[in-house]
């Protein structure tokens, strides 16, 4: 029997999509199975609890999560998240409920025996349930009490050899696409620019120092897996300079209808015989391609490395081989000013150990930020404040026309005075002696 | 329940204390045929929904079998997903970016028994545990933040409105359709956990009602200089007012702070800084839906979402108008749009006029941007449009 009624989750359960509620139905009942072979160091019923809290939220509407807690573990600012709830009374098990982020590995590929270390660890002293994973890329652990926090750090450093993310205003846990794991397309080793990155900055992802929270993103191509452009502080997006290698004999292919157009992505539906000039060249932004003599042509200058024509022709369009990245920097949901998508700031480096000029980018910007950023303030808002002249003053990286989507509307200059000639010191005797009053 | 220690001994924090460890390096964990053709891979095709094959240069192959799955996960339904990957990976397994799981097989010969053991499971009211699809020109898992079930902040739950959608659109999961891939994400406060501010289709959990105050507890857990300077848009000051105290009775003054409501854009933030601010409100709270964003560089630049339905009420356990918004809004993109044209480029070719009047949604003044310097320039400031 289940501890509290719940009519109204109960309805999720129908339906073909995996249900949440029977998943977590299945868990209370687990614990419940297993009391006497596991002694649980948390409620048993704490899943219970949670269909019951949850139930409540879906007959009123409204959240029963109060605002959050300081709880941690020595030494960190961040990594566990305070959640208590309003109804203790009523529902023990959840009246502590906190988060612990666990920082995965870069691009989320695991081992089996690992997961069941965590598994085993969090049935133990949690709620046994997880987010696999979290928007930002950590391992979600949902459900602790305070007393558990140490004990689990202590088996996860000790027994797994893996630490907590980041939360708060500090560095949030780095995330990459899987890149060169298993993709074509990846112009630079995302994962281990991941780990790397991670590893170099530990202390700045586990003790907040910064204004405001602020997010590494690595996506190893155009294409954006991990949306770093639309959620990082500093977007790492591969590219690549040189030309894009064409196979002539696959492109004959395409047109010939022996390969499927787009790796048959669009397999669904009958979009009639591929039409090479439809679908690639005449849908080519910058108008680079040709057909010469049944030969593919691409005005490599001109391209701008959108992706289209590659992945609509994957086994005839590689990428080029003088790879490495762009960094963008400042995005950000809209909270509060608005949502703001990153600004190219270095159009191309090269990634090879051991990223130092990376590592000065980021340096040179988070110098500035922490400085000159208000309180809660992102990075995106920081540069809007200052301007994007700033940025590169604090980077060094001189203007050019890569960073803009085109020229300002308005004259509205900020000159310096070391750039006009004769400074803005003037003598109004000496502007008098030529306009008499 | 006895408390078990780990070996951490709180008396001495410090003692044999590991920190700074970060994750574990991710080449501990690739399958075998992914580490040794790492930075080699020619080609990929998608051999069905859900089934990816990968070429590499040396001429290995690997097979994907993509599945969905709900992020809020147990770890009994986790466990299981480890047995499928022993039984059939060598033990090794991958999660995606928008949560669905990856089985990867070093040949084809083994891929038909991964699909059918992965489709076969199901939870007790029907629904499978691991339904494959998620590839290609359709719709992949929509990834979303914690809702009801683990956060202080949301406007509606996520778990529950994802469930929904993907029950209603289940076949475009299992199928590839589109015109493009539809990415569809959910966020269930502003402060948009899931950044679901670029995606072709955003369900977004939205107040309605401004703050309401707690004046017993504002001076108390809250700093108010804090709380004022939170608000963008000005509308909270710093104020005085007499209440009764609730223990004893008397009539007593406290700092508290007072609330321009016309002000207010309901973002919460107030809330975020000050906990005697509290929004949600069973009548107040509910659904935005934002379209036409994307993050891909493909064809056309990265763009933002934008809002074309301002609200839709929490119709817990359901939401019945939610499901119907998304059908349409789906049937109308897959009937009209161009091969490879996503979801804000089809919208922008059309014109937003003829956009409202194909997905039948209603237009209203609310969609209207009067939101600051930038939404001038999303007025029409032109002759070109369309009757």
Redesign the interface.
Known sequence: MPKHETPLLDQLESGPWPSFVDDLKRQAESRHQKQNEIEYQIPVDVVDDLLGLLELSYKEGEVHWKHGGIVGVFGYGGGVIGRYCDQPKEFPGVAHFHTIRVNQPAAKYYKTDFLRQLCDLWDFRGSGLTNMHGSTGDIVLLGTRTEQLEEIFYELTHNMNNDLGGSGSNLRTPEACLGESRCQYACYDSQELCYQLTMEYQDELHRPAFPYKFKFKFDACPNGCVAAIARADLSFIGTWRDDIRIDQEAVAAYVGGELKPNAGAHAGKDWGPFDINKEVIDLCPTECMSMENGKLVINNRECTRCMHCINTMPRALRIGNDRGLSILCGAKAPILDGAQMSSLLVPFVKVEEPYDEIKEVIENIWDWWMEEGKNRERLGETMKRQGFQKLLEVTGIKAMPQHVQEPRHNPYIFWKEEEVPGGFDRDIKDYRLRHPK | ????????N?DK??E???????????S????PV?KNN??K?????????GVLM?KAESGDE?Y?VRV????????????EA?DV??KHCD???????R?N?EFMVDSKDKVQSLKDDLQSRK?????????VGG????ITNI?H??G???????AT?A??TV??V??EL?EE?Q????PA?LRISM?CC?????????SDIAILGYHRKPPVIDHEEVDNLCEIP?AVA?C?TAAIRPSKTTIKDSRTGEEKSVKTVAIKNERCMF?G?C?TMC?ALPL????G?GLVIMAG?K??????N?E?SKVIVAFIP?E???WPQLAKVMRQLVDAYVNNAR??ERFGQWAERIGWERFFEITGLEFTHHLIDD??D?AYYTWRQTTNFKF
């Open positions: 329940m006895a408390f078990i220690s780990s070996g951490y709180p924090p410090m044999n204390r590991i920190s700074d460890i970060g994750p574990r390096h991710f501990e964990f690739l399958p992914i790492k930075g891979w020619l080609w990929h095709e998608i051999l069905e929904p990968h690997v994907t969905g799955s709900a992020r809020l996960m147990g770890v009994e339904t986790l466990r480890l990957a022993d033990g090794y397994l991958r999660f995606t970016t949560n799981i939870f007790p009211g029907g629904s499978y545990k691991f339904p590839t290609g020109a359709g990834v933040t914690q009801w079930v683990h956060c202080h902040t949301p739950d778990s529950g469930k929904v993907l029950d289940f999961f199928n590839m359709r589109m891939p966020a502003l402060n948009m956990c899931g950044a679901v501010h670029c804090l939170s963008p973002c933030n809330y906990p949600t409100d069973a009548e709270d964003g993050v891909s560089n493909r064809i056309s990265p933002f929490n817990t356990p359901r091969k490879y939101f600051r930038p």
